[in-house]
């Protein structure tokens, strides 16, 4: 019973510990037991079978809805054209890819489960692949999909109970991509193998009316809905671009060269090298960063791994933002436009001043007022080695953001070895939070 009790109580330290690590601020749940002073009750921990009994587990998952041009079509011969149409019209020239699960014997949207320190958008691009044999790259952000384990391959998922096993997806817009830049992003993103026959025995691509009738599941329908949404907000046109603030640098204090030629560290080496996994998700063909060596070093490898070669910007470095910051803007404009016309998409890497000076004039961009408030007005503005994205639409007033997409940290759970229940138990950090389809009553359709 000794052994028990030493083995009870490191397993409680170091679920405490994961806890901890992630941020988490959630008070200890504690069982009510008599006191001996005054018939009081007093606080115990809970043991971890009781913890064990009321922790539900969640499964994380992430796909994404499959997009192209009807073959023969207008739009699919010249892509150019694609923003002179209404959105209707956009929507009659779209079909989508979906997939039949022999086990569950349903139509659904290409998804499935995170691999051991994998991201949801690096799942979604590699599960993608695995399904459908599509190589694509990830567009604007649809939303995150829950529902219990027990209802996996039901046509209606609509239990509310938060306290089962759950499934909790996220799903993005995808489009596919050319056999020259799969090859081009193989060693950037890692080999994708296709799924067994009997995990995937079909794929079909229909239109957006014929798949509302395919379509299985409720949930997966109301994905469709926000696809739908998305399309008539302007995302079929809408192109890429990413800021990349560069990698941890030595400190000015210890460096005794230029600032110019200030190199990123070890550890900040390694976050690039991360950060080169998730980039590689959306398939940036055009490299741009200042000239400083820390901003070159972060994209360094991802520019030898894709063989894309990277343009230096002279008015993106510190000294010339805080010399000039109108021609920063105006150089960082172009690169917008650039992006837009040319419909390929671009990561920038820049410096933390120069970055905080380009949210400024972004934030009068963004579409909603939402999407304003994730370009954040404080220093440090974003962490190093991260990325956000944009993606940005072509208006008669002008480019517009419609969708921005975070969290591009590397994940430190993967690090963290506990009990399956408990690293499965604290959800992560969706991209746009405001974007969630709750289980569905019934098969409604919007």
């Known amino acids: 019973m000794a052994d028990s009790a030493v083995a009870e109580s490191a397993i409680s330290y170091v679920a405490a510990y994961a806890i901890t690590i992630v941020g988490k601020r959630r008070k200890t749940r504690m069982a009510r037991l008599p006191s001996r002073n005054h018939g009081e009750t007093r606080a115990q921990p809970l043991t971890m079978k009781d913890m064990s009994e009321s922790m539900r587990r969640v499964v994380e998952a992430a796909g994404g809805i499959v997009w192209r041009w009807k073959t023969g079509s207008e739009i699919a011969e010249n892509p150019a054209i694609a923003a002179q149409k209404t959105p209707k019209e956009q929507l009659n020239s779209i079909e989508v890819c979906i997939v039949h699960r022999p086990k569950y014997d349903d139509w659904s949207w290409p998804k499935g489960k995170l691999e051991q320190g994998e991201s949801h958008r690096h799942a979604a691009v590699r599960e993608i692949g695995e399904e459908t044999g599509v190589s694509i790259a990830l567009g604007p952000y649809l939303c995150e999909v829950e529902y219990p384990l027990s209802e996996e391959g039901k046509k209606t998922r609509h239990s509310h109970d938060r306290a089962v096993d759950t499934k909790h997806t996220l799903y993005w817009m995808a489009q596919p991509i050319s056999g020259d830049d799969a090859e081009h992003l193989l060693d950037a993103f890692g080999p994708v193998h296709r799924a067994d026959v009997g995990e995937i025995n079909d794929i079909v691509w229909v239109s957006v009316r014929e798949a509302r009738k395919i379509l299985t599941h409720s949930t997966d ?206 959800p992560p950090v969706s991209p746009t939070p405001d974007r969630r389809v709750r289980p569905a009553r019934g098969n409604s359709t919007r």
């Open 221 to 426: 329908k109301d994905t469709l809905a926000i696809f739908v949404d998305r399309v008539q907000e302007g995302a079929a046109t809408a192109q890429n671009l990413m800021i990349v603030r560069h990698a941890k640098a030595e400190s000015r204090k210890s460096w005794k060269g230029t600032d110019a030629n200030r190199p990123i560290t070890p550890k900040g080496a390694a976050a690039a090298f991360a950060l080169n996994r998730e980039l590689a998700c959306y398939n940036p063909t055009r490299l741009a960063t200042s000239p400083w060596l820390r901003c070159q070093e972060t994209l360094q490898v991802l520019s030898w791994q894709t063989e894309r070669p990277m343009e230096h910007i002279d008015a993106l470095t510190e000294d010339a933002f805080a010399e000039h910051p109108t021609i920063a803007w105006l150089a960082f404009l172009k690169q917008i436009q650039l992006t837009l016309e040319t419909r390929e998409t671009t990561a920038i890497c820049m410096h933390r001043p120069v970055i905080g000076g380009m949210f400024d004039h972004l934030r009068g961009l963004c579409a909603r007022k939402a999407l304003s408030k994730q370009l954040i007005a404080k220093t440090p503005f974003m962490p190093t080695g991260t990325a956000v994205a944009l993606f940005i639409i072509d208006t008669p007033q002008g480019p517009s953001i419609i969708d921005i997409q975070k969290g591009f940290a590397h994940c430190l759970l993967a690090c963290i070895t506990v009990p399956d229940r408990l690293y499965q138990a604290v």
